[in-house]
């Protein structure tokens, strides 16, 4: 890329008018004097690889990938890196110079963020951790708790052999319960995640029994459509600190932005407020 050329940067996926990301991003660049811009891309399937190779020429730095592409990215990538492996997703794409294609996966790092920004007497090596869910979300969200130091991870989801391929997958610091017991698993934790769609606008609620949290828990739900969740209320109504999902969305982000446009964006209540506007 060129000196004079105004950077570009978008997100691929199919559909992709719902994403919030452009307003994320069309903030952060005016809120910063930078030249770039960031779109919407609906690309269709048999053309993702000659999109993402035709890219760089049209001036685009990189991009952010979501469903389905997420996983087809990493065969299209020149490299890859470890993170992105182990999660068995890319979520950012950054187009060097030398006209190759470098995957990431950045949700992990905005989980953690989120939960250190908005709950920062949060201590994940305190106790176990309960996680509902585990699909590509979880899979994210196992490492980042992993790396973090939480002692034991609780693993239930609906269908257990998922669970139990997550636990292959990650060790045995992963204990997997049956999707009947969710309730009770969470006696004792200092950390609750849901990572499943239930409870977000137009899916069923979460109807695990929230009887067992209780004040000194952390509570989160990755979904942010509703910002505050059933899973939220009871957990507030209970006593537990709540984070809403919303900022795993904008943290996610911020690695990308600056690796794009070359300065560090800041996740504040203005970007909360631009993004839900």
């Not at 399937?45 to 000659?50: G, N, P, Q, R």
């Not at 991009?63 to 992105?84: F, G, L, Q």
């Not at 920004?117 to 979880?138: I, K, L, R, S």
């Not at 609906?158 to 292959?168: I, K």
Request: charged residues 25%; proline residues 6%; contains cysteine.
């Amino acid at each position: 890329m060129t000196v004079d050329r105004i950077p570009l940067a978008g997100v691929i996926g199919s559909p992709v008018a719902h994403s919030r990301s452009p307003r994320l991003f069309s903030h952060w660049l005016r809120k910063m004097g930078l030249q770039g811009h960031y779109i919407p891309m609906d690309i269709a399937a048999d053309k993702l690889e000659s999109v993402l190779r035709t890219l760089p020429d049209l001036g685009f730095v990189g991009c952010n990938v979501t469903i389905p592409y997420k996983e087809r990215v990493m065969e299209i990538a020149d490299h890859v890196s470890d993170r992105a492996v182990q999660i068995g997703a890319a979520n950012t794409l950054v187009f060097r110079e030398d006209g190759t294609i470098h995957a990431d996966n950045t949700d992990g790092y905005g989980f953690v963020e989120n939960l250190r920004q908005n709950a920062p007497d949060w201590d994940p090596t305190g106790g176990p951790a309960t996680v509902f869910g585990a699909g590509g979300a979880a899979r994210a969200i196992l490492a980042s708790l992993l790396d973090v130091g939480v002692p034991e991870i609780r693993l239930t989801n609906r269908s257990r052999d998922r669970a139990e391929q997550l636990r292959e997958d990650f060790g045995d610091r992963i204990t997997v319960h049956d999707w009947v017991q969710a309730g009770n698993i969470v006696e004792g934790c200092t950390t609750v995640v849901n990572t499943t769609s239930l409870g977000m606008t137009g899916k069923p609620e979460l109807r695990v029994p929230l009887d067992a949290l209780e004040p000194g828990m952390l509570v989160t739900d990755i979904v942010y459509t509703p910002l505050q969740t059933r899973l939220l209320r009871v957990a507030q109504d209970q006593g537990c600190a709540t984070v809403d999902g919303l900022g795993m969305l904008l943290h996610q982000a911020v690695p990308g932005f600056e690796r794009w446009f070359g300065e560090r964006p800041e996740v504040d209540d203005a970007t909360r407020a631009a993004v839900l506007r």
